[in-house]
T-cell receptor, first 114, second 109 residues
Framework: DTGVSQNPRHKITKRGQNVTFRCDPI?????LYWYRQTLGQGPEFLTY????????KSRLLSDRFSAERPKGSFSTLEIQRTEQGDSAMYLC????????????FGSGTRLTVV | GEDVEQSLFLSVREGDSSVINCTYT??????LYWYKQEPGAGLQLLTY???NMDMKQDQRLTVLLNKKDKHLSLRIADTQTGDSAIYFC?????????WGAGTKLIIKP
């Protein structure tokens, strides 16, 4: 068990470009979450999957954001037409059952939009 | 919407106990968590407590839960320099975790 893996660790992109991040959860975990964290704040919920089904999506998530989890394994988060306000740490977490044993977080992908 | 609040800073002397406090609003929260985040690092789960418990101890960590007042605390005994970090309180609310803004623990020599 190597934990939750996120790639890339850092991404610098120009405003208007599209970016995609990947998350590989702990293999036996069926729930996968995406959060966003800005400096000095706690994480904000973006979306979550149970297996391959995307069950909830935050109102914070504009239609420029899309997430997928094909086959219920890894997940991708895509941001289209990036804006400077998208600069943040994007965190992925997984858990086996809701709440129990806690959520295991990856190290995050830090996005900087210039 | 639901909210979690914590003070932003706590300063303690090395060797003393640290007590970090948190309040939450969702009375239906089943699990409450404490996470630690060191500079440039991800979120590390320290401990969690189920809502039908009022105390949980794990080595140097003690979690106290007052469900009536919706108050959670984390006590770190014998605080060391390696405990310097930001500590986040989080409460589960429906399908997500609601997070506090984090308490930065500063250790004085």
């Amino acid at each position: 068990d190597t934990g939750v893996s996120q790639n890339p660790r850092h991404k610098i992109t120009k405003r208007g470009q599209n970016v995609t991040f990947r998350c590989d959860p702990i293999s036996e975990h069926n729930r996968l979450y995406w959060y966003r964290q800005t400096l000095g704040q706690g994480p904000e919920f973006l979306t979550y999957f149970q297996n391959e089904a995307q069950l909830e999506k935050s109102r914070l998530l504009s239609d420029r954001f899309s997430a997928e989890r094909p086959k219920g394994s890894f997940s991708t988060l895509e941001i289209q037409r990036t804006e400077q306000g998208d600069s943040a740490m994007y965190l992925c977490a997984s858990t086996g059952r809701e709440g129990s044993y806690g959520y295991t977080f990856g190290s995050g992908t830090r996005l900087t939009v210039v | 919407g639901e909210d979690v609040e914590q003070s932003l800073f706590l300063s303690v002397r090395e060797g003393d106990s640290s007590v970090i406090n948190c309040t939450y609003t969702d009375s239906s929260s089943t699990y409450l968590y404490w996470y630690k985040q060191e500079p440039g690092a991800g979120l590390q789960l320290l401990t969690y407590i189920f809502s039908n418990m009022d105390m949980k101890q794990d080595q140097r960590l003690t979690v106290l839960l007052n469900k009536k007042d919706k108050h959670l605390s984390l006590r770190i005994a014998d605080t060391q320099t390696g405990d310097s970090a930001i500590y986040f309180c989080a409460a589960d609310s429906n399908y997500q975790l609601i997070w506090g803004a984090g308490t930065k623990l500063i250790i004085k020599p």
